[in-house]
């Protein structure tokens, strides 16, 4: 038995994020009933083939009515517009969240909309895979992983810790930090990776002297890695770019600036200063195996993968 | 039975791929004798440990006597000096060849020290993990990948055929081209991403705002990803950003101006501009896939590792 029962979890969005969200539920029973929602009539025939929820419904007010909890997991530009949509159906208790990769725009977009008595506490697991949509799913996407709250100064203790219950019951621990810190983060670790990665798999496309065809067959040689993020869904990443936008900028200006300093370095020859930097960035792959969030097998695991 | 059988093959360097060519070699039965040379007496002591070969010898030169093939496998910077210690101990007849990751630059050190009836074809197999060591290797690292012939216009085609059915003997498919575009490719598939990778995690460990801890916790966002190319061996990719200079500067180039386009859309939030180039990347990892390069299980396989 679950430690955090609610009677009604609505989930507004069932792209990858709530599709797992509604695998790991009911995996762990904490709910009776989970109410899906999707603007996309597709996706929402979708979920109801998969069996991934209790009720669907074309308008999100009807899946959040009479919810104790409601999770927003749709991409970050459409945060205000679906807690504008919700808000008159919301109950006072009732808590309410989101899983966007940005928070300062999401609690901005969303914070106006929600009716005194309603927790609204912002939140995002960071955990995912480069595949989108219902199909996506699993119930132990979040295992292992953190998800980060940021509630605001004045939220209830006890909506917050119901919260974290929750994200604990589907497998994930939990962190809470401001918003602010959070953008600044996530522009690091999952941001930035991804503007880069996107960016490389388009310079790559775009070189005359070598083929499409040479960049997929030699691309075990490093390029593969990058076209994984660079799959990941256009939609939630424009999003997310137009949504922590000053994060991104700074962490790129300091990328840039370390590239030239790079790049100068391999022009005039500095091997020394090559060699202190691909040293010193071993250090930090052995800690994020040691911490649990990366596999310690040689290349992700794929040979052992094959192997199999 | 192999198709092809060489009475000695030599390994000079035991590292990730001479030492998966050892496993590989002896899975195969391609030789009935594997001569392995290390300038690393702690390295050739561990082969010797290992089992990877039949005999060993700290002298490069006495492993090259009497054999028919001989692989070098060293930092790229260091192929002229081995050229220039085991030529005067290469027989007529003999096929010498390495696995350099440039192939301009070990041409134009090795080849000044090949003795006349000596066949000097260069390779690259286009494989790794980021590990690297003796211990690293193994028998299945080049099936289905690619091996990267650079023959000089006035190589032997029987050698080079020979050569062929070698790599092919331990589970590569081959191609062949000219050097300077084995470099060009390279540049912009292989040694790029690495560059990028370095840089990135190198920025990431720089910040002030963002704990080193933080990053480590949050990495299953996208960062883990480049960790794991930053964490590849620091001698080897020194020499390859000097041995591959302009190749690499004028691919650093283009990802510059691209990323600064990028950049500039983000800025001055061009939604279009981000969706646009968000989409088409994801065409190209469906064709990686369905080159058999990568795996189609989501975030390269890792969950499905985890939960067997």
């Known amino acids: 038995m679950a430690s955090v029962h609610f009677n009604r979890i609505a989930l507004i969005g069932i792209g990858l994020i709530g599709s797992s969200l509604a695998h790991a539920i009911k995996a762990r029973g ?12 597709a996706t929402l025939a979708r979920a109801e083939e998969l069996g991934l929820g209790t009720s669907y419904h ?14 927003v ?6 945060s ?25 725009s999401v609690i901005t977009q969303m914070a106006p909309h929600i009716p005194d008595g309603v927790h609204f506490i912002a939140g995002h697991p960071v955990a995912g895979t480069e595949h989108s949509g219902p199909d996506a799913g699993f119930a132990t996407l979040f295992d ?10 004045d939220a209830d203790p006890d909506a917050v810790a119901k919260l974290r219950a929750f ?42 002297t070598v083929t499409e065809s ?21 939609t939630m990443w424009r999003d997310v770019c137009l949504h922590n936008k000053d994060a991104i ?5 300091r990328f840039s600036e370390d590239l030239a300093y790079l790049q100068r370095a391999i022009r005039w020859g500095e091997g020394d200063k090559l060699f202190d930097l691909f040293t010193r960035t071993r250090a930090i792959r052995r800690s994020i195996v040691q911490a649990g969030q990366d596999t310690a097998a040689p290349d992700f695991g794929r040979h052992a993968l094959e192997q199999k």
């Open 30 to 41: 904490l709910t009776d009933h989970v109410a899906i929602s999707s603007r996309s009539a």
């Open 58 to 71: 074309a308008n999100a007010i009807d899946a959040v009515r009479d919810a104790d909890l409601v999770i």
């Open 73 to 78: 997991s749709v991409p970050v530009g459409a």
């Open 80 to 104: 205000g517009a679906v807690a504008a949509e919700i808000a008159p159906a919301l109950k006072p208790g009732t808590i309410l969240s989101d899983v966007g990769s940005t928070k300062t």
């Open 144 to 153: 292992g992983r953190w998800t980060i709250l940021t509630p605001l100064p």
């Open 167 to 208: 994200w604990e019951g589907v497998g994930s621990m939990v962190e809470e930090m401001d918003a602010a810190h959070h953008d600044k983060v996530m522009a690091i670790v999952s941001h930035l990776p991804h503007i880069i990665a996107y960016n490389i798999v388009g310079t790559a496309e775009d070189l005359e």
């Open 214 to 234: 040479e960049v997929i067959k030699y691309s075990a040689s490093g390029f593969r890695d990058f076209t994984r993020l660079a799959a990941s869904d256009p």
């Open 249 to 253: 900028l700074e962490m790129l200006a």
